[in-house]
């Protein structure tokens, strides 16, 4: 059901920056906010951005998020081995009537 | 701080209704200001929002799975609860539940960990 596309996979070495693109449409993210959630296997999953550049209390300022028209990225500076994880980006989408999650992007730390 | 847990069977048989609870702690359910969400995620597949409910047991769906689901509250035990119905194996997933701070904008702030559910005779 994934409206939103991202790029199933992405790397980089440690202290690189790496962008995650997540590309909508104007009933998505053309319309509304995004959110950036990290999955880890096992474990609960964390909101990153929220508000589409917005980070809650605890996530550090090399992770940051935006948006153009209908497609929204999500950077990740200074790379580090914890940032090995899957990343979806969300939004709700008024043709579905709800909440649309991107196809979701890999990022290993070489 | 806010911890979400899913609890429930494990495995569930093809046709029969899945059910699992949602058991809020660090918040109360009952003071409104946020919606409950379950979310899954099916093997080498991504995220699927499922459906969110209010404290006062409105609750809104995601139209794909609406006629199967439901989503209830117990305040009185701070929990809300997924039942889906008539499952196949297309239904084996990880499922999760989530606070949503806003219906429309998000985010899922805080989420639990997630309860495997497989679907097989």
């Known amino acids: 059901q994934s409206v939103m596309t991202q790029p199933p996979s992405a790397s980089g070495t440690p202290g690189q920056r790496v962008t995650i693109s997540c590309s909508g449409s104007s009933s998505n993210i053309g319309s509304y906010t995004v959110n950036w959630y990290q999955l880890l296997p096992g474990t609960a999953p964390k909101l990153l951005i929220y508000r589409t550049n917005q980070r809650p209390s605890g996530v550090p300022d090399r992770v940051s998020g935006s948006k153009s028209g209908t497609s929204a990225s999500l950077a990740i500076s200074g790379l580090q081995s914890e940032d090995e994880a899957d990343y979806y980006c969300a939004a709700w989408d008024d043709s579905l009537n709800g909440y649309v999650f991107g196809t979701g992007t890999k990022v290993t730390v070489l | 701080q806010v911890q979400l847990q899913e609890s429930g069977p494990g495995l569930v048989k093809p046709s029969q209704t899945l059910s699992l609870t949602c058991t809020v702690s660090?918040?109360?359910?009952?003071?409104?200001?946020?919606?409950w969400s379950w979310i899954r995620q099916r093997p080498g597949k991504g995220l699927e929002w499922i459906g969110y409910t209010y404290y006062t047991g409105n609750a809104y769906y995601n139209p794909s799975l609406k006629s199967r689901v439901t989503i209830s509250v117990d305040t009185s035990k701070s929990q809300f609860s997924l039942n889906l119905s008539s499952v196949t194996d297309a239904d084996t997933a990880i499922y999760y539940c989530a606070r949503d701070v806003l219906p429309g904008t998000g985010p899922f702030d805080y989420w639990g960990q997630g309860t495997l559910v497989t679907v097989s005779s």
């Open positions: 660090g918040g109360s359910i009952s003071s409104g200001g946020y919606y």
